[in-house]
C-alpha cells in the first residue's frame, strides 16, 4: 500500500514518470546506490524521528548522520528515532521505503542542507524496491517540506568530531 500511496502522490505532482522500480533490493543507502548505479550519497534518505508525539521526517544525502547537538540546538528537544516496527504507523511507509511523498496527515518534512551539494538524488518511494529521480528543485516542490533545516553532519564530519 505504501508504494501506491507514494506512486498517486508523485503522479498528482506530475511527477509519476520519475519512479524507478527495481528488481533489486533499494532498502538501505547502500543497495539504492548498487542497484541505481550512484554514490551512494546522492540517495536521499529519509530519516524519522518523533517529537514528542509528532513524526517528523527529515531527508537528507545517503551518508550524512543526524548531529544530535545541531538538532538539539534548532528543535530544542533531543532527537528520538521512531522504533523501526512503529515506524509505518506513524508515517505511512515501513523501513526501507520511508520517503516524503504519499506520508500520513500530519508528519512534518524537513530537507536537510546535505542534499544541496547535488542537482539530481533518488528518495524511495514507498517501499524497498523503488526510486524517485528528482532534481532538488522537484524534491523541494513536491515533498511538502516545512523548511530547509542543517541538522547533520557529513561522513569527514564525523570523523574529525
Not at 51 to 58: A, F, K, N, T, Y
Request: proline content about 4%; aromatic content about 6%; glycine content about 8%.
Amino acid at each position: 500500500m505504501s508504494f501506491e500511496k507514494a506512486k498517486a502522490d508523485l503522479t498528482a505532482k506530475g511527477l509519476g514518470d520519475h519512479i524507478i522500480v527495481l528488481n533489486e533490493s533499494s532498502a538501505t543507502v547502500a543497495e539504492a546506490a548498487q542497484a541505481l548505479g550512484v554514490e551512494p550519497a546522492m540517495i536521499a534518505k529519509t530519516l524519522s524521528v518523533l517529537q514528542g508525539d509528532q513524526p517528523v521526517l527529515i531527508v537528507t544525502e545517503g551518508t550524512a548522520k543526524l548531529d544530535n547537538h545541531k538538532y538539539k540546538s534548532l528543535f530544542h528537544i533531543k532527537a528520538k528515532m521512531i522504533p523501526y516496527d512503529e515506524v509505518e504507523h506513524y508515517v505511512g511507509h515501513a523501513p526501507g521505503g520511508v520517503c516524503p511523498f504519499g506520508v500520513n496527515d500530519g508528519v512534518v518534512v524537513y530537507l536537510d542542507e546535505s542534499l544541496r551539494k547535488f542537482e539530481t538524488v533518488y528518495p524511495a518511494a514507498g517501499n524497498g524496491h523503488t526510486a524517485v529521480k528528482l532534481t532538488l528543485a522537484e524534491l523541494e516542490a513536491s515533498a511538502g517540506a516545512k523548511g530547509w533545516v542543517d541538522v547533520c553532519k557529513e561522513p569527514e564530519e564525523a570523523a574529525q568530531a
